[in-house]
DNA sequence: GGAGATGTAAAGTGATCGCTGTACTTCGAC
DNA sequence: GTCGAAGTACAGCGATCACTTTACATCTCC
């Protein structure tokens, strides 16, 4: 929108630039990696700027995965809350192959890519991690539910395992197959647990 | 061994002894966090030493990764190597809840981690965890065939990707229970391959 | 017992990084 | 039109880090 006008600088707004700067580059190339100076660079924000929102780099690191969560950005999760979609539909679509950035590098789930990378050095971060990850299986097993599952606590946490294996083996084997043979498990597992039972 | 004697250095033997240290800290503390100097100390060893064995830190990353694999450091992957068991107790034998450190603290997979740490500016290491991925899920392929499965290939590929999944999930859950979950899922998937149950 | 490989101690270098201080500008609201 | 909030530019600080340098000790092997 104001990207072709602001040229010498960003201007009003910066919390926002900041926040989307550190989506798009904490996600893409790592927390770690990611200093503040590119960040400023990026976000046409001065460092000034930066401090005055974040009282420093740790608790930009939390409103980042806050901001990870709130938003739709999390694009795979998404796909469990596209209403018009079945259950079934909603669970497959986590399976699309999202995890692959511009440069064709598979990057994983970067909630536990923070968590890797914090190391035990950012417990807060490392429990906001925990906390989606408990809410998104328990949202997996409400879909399973709805889906019609015999056991949906059990198909949900297996559901949740192989999503994370899924995108955890495609980033170490830099490979988008593993997300297809997660799919497909995902379909089996589905199928056995509803059988006989209209999926609607 | 020598740990009560010496006292005031390490000795000789300094690479094994830096070898090990990069073991035991990379694995638990993670790569960024495990500065030069923690190493050499904690390995009873100078510092020009260390760069005499390891021209820089990447290397000694590469040396570690290639050390990983080479011992039965693995402890978890160690288990498809148990002549005495049989295919099935092997890679059931993957779950056992070794990634729990004296700390409590679970760190997942040490290669897995070092890709996600790396993000991109290790290329060779990453590399050296992509192939060992491969070979691990060759192996998992082999011992799925050992076991009898109908499709080995489709089984395998897919324990490989609950065994990461779980290994994954833990980490970011800070809970053990994926590892049973799939533990549990990975047995039901061999019941079936092996009692003319199709998988699909 | 001498030579050469192996190892040690400790100060120092240059680069990077997160973060701050100071002084100045711009924009929107009243 | 003025005032205050919001933003900018940029130099610089202190800490950390990977790595080097210099000078010295010790063990192994012939």
Known sequence: MSDAAGE????RGARERILRTAVQLFARDGVQATGIAKLTET??????????????KDELVRAYLERLESDGVLAAEASLEQAALSPR?????????????AAGTIRGCPLHNVTVEAAGTMPE??????????????????????????????LGRRLAL?????????????DTRPL??????????????????SVR
């Open 89 to 101: 539909e909603r669970i497959l679509g986590l399976f699309v192959e999202v995890a692959l950035d």
């Open 8 to 11: 010498r600088s960003g201007g």
């Open 180 to 197: 297809r043979d997660g799919r497909d498990l995902a379909e089996a597992l589905l199928d056995q647990a509803t059988q006989g039972i």
């Open 162 to 174: 192989i999503f994370e294996g899924a995108r955890a083996l495609s980033t170490s084997l830099n």
């Open 43 to 56: 976000a046409q924000v001065s460092t000034r700027t930066l401090y005055q929102h974040f009282a420093s």
């Open 125 to 154: 971060a490392t429990v906001l991690v925990e906390r989606h990850k408990q809410r998104f299986a328990k949202r997996l097993i409400e879909t399973a539910a709805e889906a019609g599952a015999q056991e949906p606590e059990v």
